[in-house]
């Protein structure tokens, strides 16, 4: 079993920064990629970025150059580094860890872009 919490979500306007937190616990050791996802009201969730257990990092067109996801296997978290914020980003992110035998998800961090 794997657990997944996120924070770091608020309130920011355009342009600005935040970055999320994805911890981790339980066997975190069998987590082989980690995703964030987001979902905006009424929209389907959407892939944002991947990184895998070798440090692969992958991109949705829409926030490269922008998003940076991370990881500290000390701390066992991975992090999602969101900067130039657009109104766009406006959504709930998720991260999802998925292991040889499982697909498990925190339970999202709201991030509102607005003036």
């Known amino acids: 079993q794997v657990q997944l919490v996120e924070s770091g979500g608020g309130l920011v306007q355009p342009g600005g920064s935040l970055r999320l937190s994805c911890a981790a616990s339980g066997s975190i050791f069998s987590i082989n990629i980690i995703h964030w996802y987001r979902q905006a009201p009424g929209k389907e969730r959407d892939l944002v970025a991947t990184i895998t257990s070798g440090g692969s990092t992958n991109y949705r067109n829409s926030v490269k150059g922008r998003f940076t996801i991370s990881r500290d296997n000390a701390k066992n978290t991975v992090y999602l580094q969101m900067n130039d914020l657009k109104p766009e980003d406006t959504a709930v992110y998720y991260c999802?860890?998925?292991?040889?035998?499982?697909?498990?998800w925190g339970q999202g961090t709201q991030v509102t872009v607005s003036s």
């Open positions: 999802n860890g998925i292991t040889g035998v499982g697909n498990y």
